[in-house]
């Protein structure tokens, strides 16, 4: 198994992209190559003192600017550290590609030159988010890659989630859900009604719509929304954890008194705290196209980008992409059905 890994995508590039590939090397044993400027990624080793024996690098001189117009992936910035790395997976050259370099970029890059699978409409970003209850954690679907969205969209993307829950997470049966403003069949808009009409029929544990409130609470395992409601979804969620996060500990510098209580419950807190942390997953996997591509966090550290590496080596060994692609087959054939109804 070969993972190759954008050495200049995020913010701590390539620093920490490097030891989270030195670390992945050592507990995983997978193959890796980093695309980028193969002199800077030598000279930051250097300075790290971090022997790179064992990981090959592919040149790539460009890197592709987050602020730039994603599109300029195939032209402008075609010799990018992302761009190279797409493309060598594309042409059979890595099991699965890894960045933390601008998201809508990697979204069509990998649309475009990676391909997605056959009746695909869109591929989108699953995001796993952390719960209180339940399972312990949920799959958003769409977290951002689609603001707009048809029902046969979100029906996949219900389907695609299902898969990578079971496959990678390791959830058993998941159950799928409609993000929606009430739990009833009629409410919502013709998004939400249509694309829960669809997933009735498709081949997941579907049981309808959830409300916000209730994907905390671990309600789903994977909560189906359009790109703009999951984005808004996932930014509420990062805040309120960090918001948490701060309250409680303000709460134990009150008083010599509840820092003595800090002590008493501080392996429950780390728990809590590393339950929370994005860092644990790694990244959001795109899903929808022909090999696995993951997207890091913009800011992962080394340790994140080590769980990123972990979950693209998932993707690869539950075979993940031919499961899709038979559920999809299924999916074609239940859509049928309702069309017909």
């Not at 592919?58 to 117009?69: F, K, L, Q, S, T």
């Not at 403003?181 to 049981?207: R, S, Y």
């Not at 339950?275 to 696995?292: I, N, R, S, V």
């Amino acid at each position: 198994m070969r993972i190759i890994v954008d050495a200049f995508g995020g913010d701590n590039a390539p620093q920490a992209v490097i030891e989270g590939c030195l670390l992945a090397k050592q507990e995983y044993g997978v193959d890796l190559v980093l695309t980028g400027d193969e002199e800077k990624i030598r000279e930051a080793a250097k300075e790290m003192n971090a022997d790179l024996t064992g990981i090959a690098i592919e040149n790539a001189p460009g890197i592709m600017p987050v602020e730039a117009d994603p599109t300029d992936i195939l032209k402008t910035y075609s010799d990018s550290s992302m761009a190279v790395g797409l493309k060598m997976l594309s042409e059979g050259k890595g099991d699965a590609f890894l960045s933390a370099g601008s998201t809508g970029a990697l979204v069509v890059g990998s649309t475009l030159i990676v391909k997605r699978l056959k009746g695909i409409k869109r591929a989108a970003l699953g995001t796993v988010i952390p719960t209180m209850t339940g399972r312990g954690n949920y799959l958003l679907m769409d977290a951002g890659a689609n603001h707009e969205c048809r029902p046969e969209m979100l029906c996949q993307f219900g389907v695609l989630g299902s898969v990578y829950m079971e496959k990678v997470i390791g959830v058993k049966n998941p159950k799928v859900g409609v993000v929606n403003i009430g739990a009833e069949e009629t409410k919502g808009l013709p998004l939400q009604i249509d694309a829960g009409a669809l997933l009735k029929k498709a081949p997941v544990n579907f049981i309808g719509n959830v409300e916000a409130r209730g994907l905390p609470l671990g309600e789903v395992d994977v909560a189906v929304a359009d790109g703009f409601t999951g984005n808004v979804i996932l930014k509420l969620s990062e805040g309120l954890g960090k918001s948490f996060s701060g309250a409680i500990k303000d709460l134990f510098k009150q008083s010599l008194l509840t820092k003595i209580g800090y002590l008493c419950v501080r392996g429950g807190l780390d728990g809590f705290r590393k339950k929370m942390d994005y860092t644990e997953h790694g990244g959001a996997p795109l899903l929808g196209l022909t090999k696995p591509v993951i997207k890091a966090h913009g800011s992962s550290n080394g340790y994140a980008f080590k769980n990123a590496i972990r979950q693209a080596k998932l993707c690869c060994e539950s075979d993940m992409i031919g499961t899709m692609q038979k559920a999809l087959e299924e999916l074609k054939t239940s859509t049928a059905a309702v069309a017909e109804e």
